[in-house]
Every structure is written in C-alpha cells, then in structure tokens.
C-alpha cells in the first residue's frame, strides 16, 4: 500500500516532534560587530540593535523574572 506524501509528510512530522522532546536545543545567534563587517571594529549601538530586533534581550527580562522560554 502506498503512503500519500501528507501522510509521509505527518509521519515525518511526528519523528521530528518526538526527536525535539527529547533533546535540549541550544541556538546560536551570529551578530555582526558592524555594518561594514570590518575586523576588530565593535559598533555597540549596532550590536545592541540586533540584540533588541531578535528577541534576544525581552528573552533574558523574562528569564530573569522566572519565567523560562
């Protein structure tokens, strides 16, 4: 019997969700120093904009008041 591609596609989709369950992901997040990518030259207003367009320092106000992600 032939599986139809969305019944493939809900299997797969359940191994990958049981797969996540189990693990622990951590996420690497790549800032560029500067606009102009120029060695050894850190922007702090252009990391901190990054920082604050990812998410990535609402995630850590929200950690540190107890509430995990």
Known sequence: MRVSVGGQFSSQLRLLRSRIDVTRPHYIRCLKPNDDLI????????????????????????SRIGYSQ
């Open 39 to 62: 060695p050894d030259c850190f922007e702090p207003a252009v990391v901190a904009d990054q920082l604050r367009y990812g998410g990535i320092l609402e995630a850590i106000r929200v």
